[in-house]
């Protein structure tokens, strides 16, 4: 599951920087996917530390009585970029001499954590919640960027792409079905789909 709306009124590319809580938005979408997940056998929960993933958890692990287990393996990708005013930065500002080193290889990323690197540790994070949870469901709250990337791996797509296409909107779910330890299916759905359109989007 990726977190709910964050109150960011100045646009910042927050990354890993914490005390970025849920706006109020946010905790309406989470609460709705706490409903749509009621009648689920959910046995397991897991948060990053950052605060929007642990209160968007909150609802979650309340409704089915389970503690949430901290887990920053899901944490949100490293980004050399983490605190820049994304919301008025003209894309010209990246061509800046300061920022060369950092744009190099758009096939890594060179500006923050490597893809590769992403995969693996969500790729452990999740086995290790799969046998938490074994027989029952476990619910993962994570980052856009860390899901799309292991949505890629599972599926045998390169790691690299275009953000724009991602498909891992505010408090959606990238739900993996396993018969034993094979991944049976992938899919994707919104439980708050009817309250994206009052949100101003996210940057994590």
């Known amino acids: 599951m990726r977190h709910g709306e964050v109150h960011n009124p100045e ?3 927050y990354g890993r920087l914490d005390g970025y809580h849920l706006s109020d938005l946010g905790h309406e979408m989470a609460r709705r996917v706490a409903d749509h997940l009621a009648d689920h056998d959910v046995t397991h929960v897991v948060a990053s530390s950052l605060l929007r993933a642990q209160e968007t958890a909150t609802p979650v692990a309340e409704a089915h009585g389970v503690p949430i287990t901290t887990d920053d393996r899901v944490i949100e990708a490293a980004n050399d970029f983490e605190g820049h005013l994304v919301g008025g930065m003209n894309p010209l500002d990246f061509a800046h001499p300061s920022h060369w080193s950092k744009l190099v290889n758009p096939f890594r990323p060179s500006w923050g954590e490597a893809y590769a690197e992403i995969a693996q540790r969500m790729t452990a994070a999740i086995a290790d919640a799969r046998s938490a949870a074994r027989g029952h469901e476990a619910v993962i709250v994570s980052h856009q960027l860390p899901i799309w990337t292991i949505r890629n791996a599972l599926l045998g797509k390169r790691l690299w792409h ?3 296409k991602r498909e891992c909107r505010l408090a959606s779910l990238t739900t993996l079905t396993y018969v034993g330890d094979d991944l049976e299916s992938l899919t994707y759905s919104e ?6 359109a009052q949100s101003h989007g996210g940057t994590g």
């Open 11 to 13: 646009g910042v590319l």
């Open 191 to 196: 439980p708050a789909a009817s309250l994206l």
């Open 162 to 164: 275009d953000p724009r």
